[in-house]
């Protein structure tokens, strides 16, 4: 008999009988999600469900998180009645920045937070879920309704994915991050490459890399259409999740004769950094292919993978005595207050104000287009965020370029898509 | 469940929620304050055809993206009856499946479909038939088949709310 697939294991382990891909059944969940987009709809359904209490408090998390701060009065119901819901069901998990001491953006706060472990099943109403992943969780993003049939009953209906295995070989260069790792999927398989699919990544040049860059990694498996994305729990995860729960927790791993319905291996060596031009995740190019010439109006830190510590470094590492480029602004959203605290701490925070930029609040903000840092018609931004579709960010003539902090940060400087090795 | 009569509407490949409904509209959950947004940012002409019957006909993809219920719930406002695509983006899938809006995956059907002209799903029989050509709707695993009859994901939920312990669905 050939050997488990991490996927396979952590379904099994979780009530699913069947685990051949295809099959249905109820998965039980660890750990819920919502937020004040999801919750907002989800509630609604609770109710018309019948339900009256959820499953366990104490695996449900509510973040405020899309439209927080609120920008309107909608807004403010909205963080409101996820805020009243989590009161009335005795749900400790609630965050609110302002309201909290910690809070942030939901899947970067979670990880923080030390809610999502190893081989655990992390189900939330946001499509990012699969961010779980970096630290070998099962995560993925549901509708509303599905998240209203999970806080009811504890388990959600799934197909059972097909397992995929991607290996990233070589040795990434100084600028190549999680996300051009996440960009190099898209590159070979496009935005329907993963459909259905669980997504194992492995390999030398991921050994390497930080938490930080497997959580940009895994955030994209939804943009290449996967279920989920995950890698392996490893000492790097686990030496990343001790300090955060006061203990070692077990790792979980495929079994290293697993069967996988589809293997691919990309090498990142001579890889440089790579950007998703408009209007899609898949529309994957290297900065010269782009080329200069390319006018940016905003650049955009943040996100839900990409507004983490490493991402804050990085970009202050390129704008240290520099300026943002005249007819250039440059918006950086901390995932988390922690992260935050910690950029304040290290002086990166007031290397970022002397370059000129905004720092905004942890919020989803203008990465989905709701608010802080929207952009006008013919408006073009470079953005570590993970969606360009027409009108993501704003105006649907507006453009949007995703790439990692380096090339934010150079593109920021310059004003113009530029290569970061040419300025640090 | 009955046989369903309305006129195609065509949308391209690879159509995501945030085209179906833009983020700047997810402080609402009202069917009818998010329908006149529907498709939006993809082709507001294309929003003006779509009206109560419309039979959504989409290419790759469809719905790719966010996983935002919006857009089910936009689609449900404008009084789209079904939606045929050649292929789906998984949560776009399940949130037709569980909200119980028609899903058909069909890539010849979804291919040869004219815009404009009048298509019949009846899905108790597993057909689609649209001038003089008619196609075989494969039949839904049973768990969706078995969601489907339930009405959706509300009602399949109550009913086991209101029943004995949760139980697992039939295979």
Partial sequence: MTGQTLTAKVLRAHGVGDVTPGAYGLLDVDLLMLNDVSGAVALKEFARMGAERVFDPARVACVADHFWPAKDIRSAHQVRLLREFADAQGIADYWETGATVDSGIEH?????????????VVVG???HTCTAGALGAFGTGVGSTDVAAVLALGQLWIR???????????????????????????RHGGVSGSTYASVEYAGEALTRTSVDDRMALCNMAVEAGAKTGMVAADDVTLDWLEPRLGH???AVAADPDAAYER?????????????????????????????????VHQVYVGNCANGTISD?????????GRTVAKGTRLVVVPATQRTYRQALAEGVVATLLDAGAMLSPPTCGACFGGHTGILDDGEVAVATTNRNFVGRMGHPGSRVYLANAWVAGAAAVTGELTDPAVLV | MKAMTGGVVRIGDDVDTDMMVPGAYLNVTDPELLAPHLLEAYDPAVTARIGPGTILVAGRNLGLGSSREHAQLALRGRGVQAVIAESF???FFRNCVNLGLPVIEHPSAARALRDGASVTVDLARGRLASEGTEWTIPPAPPFIAELVAAGGLVPWVRERLAGSEPRRPTT
């Fill in chain 1, 312 to 320: 804050l470094r990085a970009l202050a590492t390129v704008m240290r």
């Fill in chain 1, 160 to 186: 059972v994915p097909e397992a995929h295995r991607v290996t990233f070989a070589g040795t990434p260069g100084r600028f190549v991050t999680g996300k051009d790792l996440a960009l190099a999927l898209l």
């Fill in chain 1, 248 to 250: 070692r927790p077990d």
């Fill in chain 1, 263 to 295: 293997e691919v291996t990309i090498d990142v060596s001579d890889m440089p950094p790579l950007i998703a031009a408009p209007w899609s995740p898949g529309n994957v190019r290297t900065v010269d292919e782009v080329g200069s010439g390319v006018r």
């Fill in chain 1, 108 to 120: 970067a706060l979670l990880a923080e937070q030390g809610r999502v472990l190893p081989g655990r």
């Fill in chain 1, 125 to 127: 109403g946001d499509s």
């Fill in chain 2, 89 to 91: 983006a998984r949560i």
